[in-house]
């Protein structure tokens, strides 16, 4: 159904990156456990410090895009699923909904991860003192495992989904536009010898080559799955509420267990088939960093426009795929 991970953990805030469709999920359990440090729950803790940080000199526009994403939707902050941990294998090839969280941002441990330093001896001193995070930890992860083990139906949601898609569409429209004026921008230049007049005569160098104009793409296969996705959502909610009797509730149970497998794809991403998840992955040149529909955005940031045009069209179908699912579980829960 689930796969929750943890992997470092010390004294601070709530971190959390899970798969869209159990956002809710882990805003919930941390709703309903405290602080052991002010009291407050560490949902609303961890909300309290991204308002603090965005408002820091130097503080990055995603980080004050997340905080204003919160304050709007009165929801934990997310971070998206790239790579670094034993979730990957989980959520990235076999599309099995994953949870990552940890405590963290308070400990005094930097520098000793992975050197001679990181010991028993300095995570009790420096890292945890009187491990009162671990303990929080554990009551975070067990109610998460409690409450999806003992549910009649699985704690799987859809508006996140449809609403986060649908910004990242948004997000790669802006991102060809700005691809598109910057290239515009460079070969103007270029015309008017402006890197020639601006170069220091005495030292070696070279102008920019000219820069190929992003052309025009369609995103509306993108745009009309996110559109039937937000649809199917709502009506599922609403079937939730017909009080399904427990044959209906299993069947239901059945369906949307594999929901997250059909966001993925057997041939998975260009030159990197391994990496199978059409909605999150980590990227090519970022480490463990995740990108977004990685199979759209990574071939536009590197101008190969037919790719770009086919995953839009691979990753609508995966999109399909699963609002199918969501249908065909609101039928059983409504009947």
Do not use: C
Request: charged content about 25%.
């Amino acid at each position: 159904v689930m796969y929750i991970n943890s992997d470092a953990n010390g004294r601070g805030f709530l971190g959390t990156e899970t798969s869209y469709i159990l956002r809710g999920f882990i805003d919930q359990a941390a709703e309903d456990v405290p602080d052991p440090e002010m009291g407050a729950t560490v949902r609303d803790r961890a909300l309290a410090r991204l308002d603090v940080q965005s408002l820091e000199a130097g503080a990055s526009p995603e980080l004050r895009a997340r905080a204003a994403e919160a304050e709007r939707t009165e929801k934990l902050p997310i971070g998206d699923l790239g790579s670094g941990s034993d979730y990957t294998p989980f959520v990235q090839h076999l599309g099995i909904a994953s949870i990552n969280l940890g405590f963290g941002g308070e400990g005094q441990s930097g520098g000793v991860y992975h050197s001679a330093y990181d010991t028993f001896e300095h995570f009790a001193r420096f890292g945890d003192p009187g491990f009162a995070y671990g303990v929080t930890l554990a009551k975070v992860t067990g109610r998460l495992v409690l409450r999806a083990a003992d549910a009649d139906l699985d704690p799987f949601k859809f508006d996140n989904l449809a609403s986060t898609v649908g910004d990242e569409i948004s997000e790669l429209k802006k991102l060809l536009v700005t691809r598109r004026d910057h290239a515009l921008w460079v070969n103007r230049l270029l015309d008017r010898k402006a890197y020639d007049l601006s170069a220091d005569p005495k030292e070696s160098w070279g102008p920019p080559d000219r820069e190929d104009i992003p052309p025009e793409i369609d995103f509306s296969a993108l745009e009309k799955s996110v559109d039937r996705l937000r649809v199917s959502a709502k009506a599922y909610d609403l079937a939730m509420d017909h009080d399904p009797n427990p044959a209906d509730l299993a069947k239901a149970n059945s369906i949307l267990q594999g929901l997250e497998q059909s966001l993925t794809l057997d041939a998975g991403l260009p030159g990197r088939p391994w990496y199978r998840h059409l909605l999150y992955a980590p990227g090519l040149l970022t480490g463990y960093g995740a990108k977004t529909l990685p199979g759209v955005r990574e071939a536009i940031e590197g101008s190969r426009w037919d790719e770009a045009r086919r995953y839009i069209v691979l990753t609508a179908a995966v999109l399909d795929a699963a609002d199918a699912r969501v249908d065909e579980a609101t039928r059983t829960l409504a009947q």
